[in-house]
């Protein structure tokens, strides 16, 4: 049955009736493909593709080139998911006219529906002019990857009261900027439930506890394709990288022993026209040279 595609009301609408909001990340057509199908509402081409596609370290080192890349992938495979592209790390923070032109491109070039950037009050003007352009925004507080060095490295945000207040006045300055929805990464439950209850966008948790609106998770840490790490709020749904790991040693195995290609994988042809291929080449059945 073919879904009706997801756009910033649906979500609103999704808020309003209580009704959970799905979020997945997803890097290239066949991930956007199986999204697309498991019925996700929210598709995000994260810049956590920088670690878990691409094998860097963080998430810091990331260009709008590469991150474009995967998202025309990505837009491809998924037709029905609201399409969000993950704004890099120095792609919105220098100024105000670059940040519009790069979110622009991440809906031109990429594919996208609506941009996503890191950080709270001190990027409410940035929100602002780029909603302003007609660009759809996501916020995202909490633990924010591309300052984990002014972080001190992934942990959990909003642990004290000043913390928590913090966090809070930020979600509100986002919603006046005009964001439309809201990643809640790495707080306290009670912290994501006061900020679910004092917002009227939408809030999608990863590792905020069940009050939000809806759950966000790294496609390649909940289906074991990530191989350093697993963090703490991940439930692991699958664990891809032993089963792929055996079908690749067991093709290696059988190439070696000679059991793969069978007859079935090859394509036959007659034996009249074997024989006369090898007449032709003066050779007889053997492949010998015939007469020699
Ligand atoms: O880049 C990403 O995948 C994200 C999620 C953790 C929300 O920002």
Redesign the pocket.
């Known amino acids: 049955m073919s879904r009706k595609k997801v756009t910033i009301l649906t979500l609103k609408e999704k808020r309003e009736k209580g009704e959970p909001i799905t979020?997945l990340?997803a890097y290239d057509y066949p991930t956007g493909l199986l999204v697309d199908q498991a019925g996700i509402d929210i598709l995000?081409v994260?810049?956590?593709?920088a670690m878990?596609v691409l094998g860097h370290e963080n998430?810091v080192s990331v260009t709008m080139d590469e991150m474009l890349h995967h998202c025309k992938a990505v837009a491809r495979g998924a037709k029905t998911p609201l399409l969000v592209g993950?704004m890099p790390f120095m792609s919105y923070q220098v100024d105000v006219k670059e940040a519009i032109h790069n979110a622009g491109r991440f809906l031109k070039e990429g594919g996208m529906d609506v941009v996503?950037l890191?950080g709270g009050v001190e990027v409410a003007p940035t929100v602002r002019a780029i909603v302003d352009a007609g660009i759809p925004v996501m916020g995202?507080i909490g633990l924010t990857?591309q300052t984990i060095s002014k972080l001190g490295g992934f942990r959990v945000q909003g642990k004290d009261v000043a913390a928590a207040r913090a966090l809070i006045e930020s979600a509100q300055a986002l919603e006046q900027a005009g964001a439309f929805a809201l990643?809640l990464?790495a707080i306290p439950s009670p912290v994501a439930q006061l900020i679910t209850r004092r917002v009227s966008i939408p809030t999608?948790g990863?590792g905020a506890g069940p009050h939000c609106n809806g759950q966000?998770?790294?496609m390649h840490d909940m289906i074991g394709l990530f191989d350093r790490f697993v963090p703490k709020f991940v439930k692991q749904y699958t664990n891809i990288f032993p089963l792929v790991l055996q079908a690749l040693t067991a093709y290696r195995d059988e190439v070696i022993t000679g059991s793969f290609p069978g007859p079935e994988h090859g394509y036959p042809l007659s034996d009249e026209a074997v024989e006369a291929l090898l007449k032709e080449l003066g050779q007889d059945v053997s492949g010998e040279d015939a007469g020699g």
């Open positions: 979020m990340t995000l994260g810049d956590s593709l878990v998430t993950d996503k890191e995202h990857p990643i990464e999608i990863i966000v998770l790294v």
